[in-house]
């Protein structure tokens, strides 16, 4: 079945300790997206890739970084310099043409020691 | 400013009641996509309708119907006979110029049986 696999789904890390979170998706989707979801706050765009070997930041992607050398992979690093890392983690794609309809992971909660 | 309010946080109501999720947008786009998505407890979200600013009229599909006006600038989603499958988070999102999206904080759905 196509969909998208973010891993893991539950991280404890200590503080000061880089973490990655895996994004991969057999969609055949150009465009994918990283965002970040706390209590009352929605949904908060970190990351996109339009296509391979590109990305831009969203609107919080200071502490966070991110590499797109496949299409099908999109892996969020969340450096030490996140200040509040604690959070849920959403990666999504988008399909050429189909404006604003994102496919999502299940998401990986982050939970910072 | 573009921004997405949704000021019911939480909604509870008992199984085969109608409910109406409120979604207040602000723009200065002339052309602009409005998009309810849906957010089970498994941690996904599911894209439930994309609205262009241009189509006014109402949508009805199954048990869900959404009623877009411009002129109160509310996209409002209400789900008749509610059931406890419909139990999840509601996000309300606009589709900025620049082709990201901006989610509303959410609403909180609890169905009782």
């Known amino acids: 079945d196509g969909g998208i696999t973010q891993s893991p789904k539950y991280l404890f890390r200590k503080e000061g300790q880089n973490v990655t979170l895996s994004c991969e998706q057999n969609l055949n989707h150009d465009a994918m997206y990283w965002y970040r979801q706390d209590p009352g706050q929605g949904l908060r765009l970190i990351y996109y890739s339009q296509i391979v070997n590109d990305f831009q930041k969203g609107d919080i992607a200071e502490g966070y970084s991110v590499s797109r050398e496949k299409k099908e992979s999109f892996p969020l690093t969340v450096t030490s310099a996140q200040k509040n890392p604690t959070a849920f983690y959403l990666c999504a794609t988008q399909r050429e043409g189909r404006v604003g309809e994102l496919f999502f992971g299940e998401g990986s909660r982050l939970t910072v020691l | 400013a573009q921004k997405v309010t949704q000021a019911q946080t939480e909604i509870s109501v008992v199984e085969k009641e109608d409910v109406t999720l409120d979604c207040v947008y602000e723009t200065r786009d002339t052309t602009y996509y409005l998009f309810w998505y849906k957010q089970p407890p498994s941690g996904e979200l599911v894209f439930l309708i994309r609205r262009n600013s241009f189509d006014e009229q109402n949508e009805i599909s199954g048990r869900y119907s959404w009623n877009f006006q411009k002129s109160t600038s509310s996209f409002n989603f209400t789900i008749t006979a509610s059931q406890v499958v419909d139990s999840a988070v509601y996000f309300c999102?606009?589709?900025?110029?620049?082709?990201?999206?901006?989610f509303g904080q959410g609403t909180t759905l609890q169905v009782k049986p």
């Open positions: 999102a606009l589709r900025r110029d620049t082709g990201k999206l901006i």
